[in-house]
């Protein structure tokens, strides 16, 4: 009984501070002691680097973005990589080429996967500054400009941009962006307070000299990258400021994105052994906010089965209350999107599936990163609010 009240109790503690307790400890601290970046006028060379792999519907409007940025065009140019596309990728970034011959290059790849594209793309790229930025998602005007004005602190190696996502027509597509408001005022805190942990990875700019070639199938190369600025000495911070816009996506497609992201974890564990050293300065926060996410479900699982070895009215109101939390998920897909139930079965449905997300992502154990793989589904361009 004392065992299991422990155990209880140590898995409730750990689940508060992960999702709660830290994340506003470190808001006060960034509150209290910010470190904010110091900004200033800045033109450094730019090249956007684009890697896409069958992305033809959005790259006319991507490099339509990136082109149309309030930054000299002398100063900002654009490299796409075609992971092996078999739709009209190609002919799309071909025509770009034949329009703005000094501003945007191509270069077609044997199938590789994105680290594979990003390291045939560093050698050829002279700039000052990498811009890495996916295929879906547009940039707004004063994007590339408000990022070199943050990399012109010494101390600043890498900058995220800020990703908005679009109005969702679902409840999924909601919970989803409200996610990732949360994991967003998460990295902006982690910014003020010395450094994040890696960057957004579709929208962030870094110096060219600390890129480092990634290994051969790294799933997270938005962490991978940063990290290696950040174990340098460097800063990795977010500007708020610098905006692109994204698609909704569908609580079913976050699950897939979400394995393979989590499964990045455990792989840059194993990459990268001195993140839980003294090497590492942010290991405290990599230890709340990665880890202590990722096994999350482990522990909710432990709680769980804890509960049974416990007696008397405890057992049965902890009983109740977890089997009452995850019948609310499986509700969920019953309820109306108009009924006011969903206001509460929906997010409750959204954290479980991102559970699940986090204990699939050990599948990183038994198979290979390329199989963990797949282009996330969103809503037609056509259809966006």
């Avoid at 994991?183 to 910014?191: D, Q, V």
């Avoid at 840059?268 to 942010?282: D, M, S």
Wanted: charged share 20%.
């Amino acid at each position: 009984m004392i065992t299991a009240l422990c155990l209880v109790s140590f898995c409730t503690l750990w689940t508060l501070w992960v999702l709660a307790g830290y994340p506003l400890w470190l808001a006060v601290r960034a509150k209290l002691h910010p470190r904010p970046p110091h900004e200033g006028p800045n033109e450094p060379s730019i090249t956007a680097i684009i890697p896409v792999h069958n992305g033809g519907q959005f790259l006319a409007a991507k490099l339509e973005s990136v082109l149309d940025s309030a930054y000299r065009s002398d100063k900002l140019d654009i490299l796409v990589l075609s992971d092996a596309s078999t739709d009209d990728t190609d002919g799309v970034a071909l025509e770009f080429v034949r329009r703005f011959p000094k501003r945007v290059r191509f270069t077609r790849l044997p199938r590789g996967g994105k680290a594979a594209a990003l390291n045939a793309a560093f050698p050829l790229v002279q700039s000052e500054i990498l811009l890495l930025t996916d295929v879906r998602q547009r940039l707004h005007p004063y994007c590339v400009r408000l990022l070199a004005a943050t990399l012109a602190d010494p101390e600043v190696g890498v900058v995220s941009g800020n990703l908005l996502i679009l109005s969702g027509e679902s409840s999924g597509e909601a919970n989803v962006g409200l996610y990732w408001r949360y994991e967003s005022w998460i990295r902006a805190n982690l910014g003020l307070t010395d450094s994040m942990l890696g960057a957004t990875g579709p929208i962030y700019a870094m110096r060219r000299d600390l890129a480092r070639p990634l290994p051969r199938g790294c799933i997270l190369d938005d962490v991978w990258l940063p990290m290696q600025a950040v174990l340098g000495g460097y800063r990795a911070v977010w500007n708020a400021h610098a905006i692109a816009w994204d698609y909704p996506t569908s609580l079913d497609a976050e699950f897939v994105r979400k394995v393979r992201t989590q499964a990045g974890i455990y792989q840059l564990l194993k990459l990268l052994p001195g993140l839980l050293t003294r090497r590492n300065r942010v290991r405290w926060a990599f230890l709340c906010f990665k880890l202590g996410r990722l096994l999350l479900p482990e522990v909710l699982l432990l709680n769980f089965l804890a509960t049974f070895w416990l007696n008397g009215p405890i057992f049965a109101v902890l009983l109740a209350g977890q089997l009452g939390f995850y019948s609310l998920a499986l509700l969920d897909p019953l309820v109306g999107e108009k009924s006011s139930l969903k206001r509460i079965t929906a997010p409750v449905r959204a954290f479980v599936v991102l559970l699940a997300a986090a204990l699939c992502a050990t599948a990183i154990f038994f198979r290979t990163p390329e199989q963990l793989w797949k282009n996330t589904r969103v809503r037609a361009p056509g259809k966006a609010n």
